[in-house]
Antibody, heavy 121, light 108 residues
């Protein structure tokens, strides 16, 4: 079964750090790019960051650039999002998503169930 | 950054009716790299349309996508009860990837 499972969310104080993980299974991990998408409670979707097959291609939303870092470990079939200097406006459900086909420009065909990040003192 | 504007914000229709959802981009979306997702409460988004007009695996043919450049449309020919949800468009042709704000399709 093709699956993405996120972990690492929780309650964190403003200014602190958190590292999210996304474990993939059921497909050839190395062949695909991955992305993080977040959704604040009751609001819409916001793309956060993406990484290509060989980590050569990466991108970030302006709202997180310089604070968040995306990475992947093909040996562990996992994608990570290191989040530093967290702010209240980073509070959201964070989804991991897989690209539909091998490449960098593609839609997201598999999504995890999300991990909740709450930034509050 | 490509800004996607969806309209209407809320669409109230009855089962059996036709739904037309719009997504307008602030600049041309390269190679029609435009997708549509459905999201139901408490669930992750689900890919419905990619490449502006191609149905994803398992999506019924009452769903169709069209458009190019800056204007895109998702059409549901005859609404079924399970189609009532929030729909988002997304462009994936340039960075940053962006989503529209969503259209809520509700039962009238």
């Amino acid at each position: 079964e093709v699956q993405l499972v996120e972990s690492g969310g929780g309650l964190v104080q403003p200014g602190r750090s958190l590292r999210l993980s996304c474990a993939a299974s059921g497909f050839i991990f190395d062949d695909y790019g991955f992305h993080w998408v977040r959704q604040p409670p009751g609001k819409g979707l916001e793309w956060v960051s993406g990484i290509g097959r060989n980590s050569g291609s990466r991108g970030y939303a302006d709202s997180v650039k310089g604070r968040f870092t995306i990475s992947r470990d093909n040996a562990k079939n996992s994608v990570y999002l290191q989040m530093n200097s967290l702010r209240a406006e980073d509070t959201a459900l964070y989804y991991c998503a897989k690209e539909y086909r091998s490449g960098w420009n593609d839609a997201f065909d598999v999504w995890g169930q999300g991990t909740m990040v709450t930034v509050s003192s | 950054e490509i800004v996607l504007t969806q309209s209407p914000g809320t669409l109230s229709l009855s089962p059996g009716e036709r739904a037309t959802l719009s997504c307008r981009a602030s600049q041309s979306v390269s190679s029609s790299y435009l997708a549509w997702y459905q999201q139901k409460p408490g669930q992750a988004p689900r890919l419905f349309i990619y490449g502006a007009s191609y149905r994803a695996t398992g999506i019924p043919d009452r769903f169709s996508g069209s458009g190019s450049g800056t204007d895109f449309t998702l059409t549901i020919s005859r609404l079924e009860p399970e189609d009532f949800a929030v729909y988002y468009c997304q462009q994936y042709g340039s960075l940053p990837r962006t989503f529209g704000q969503g259209t809520k399709l509700e039962i009238k």
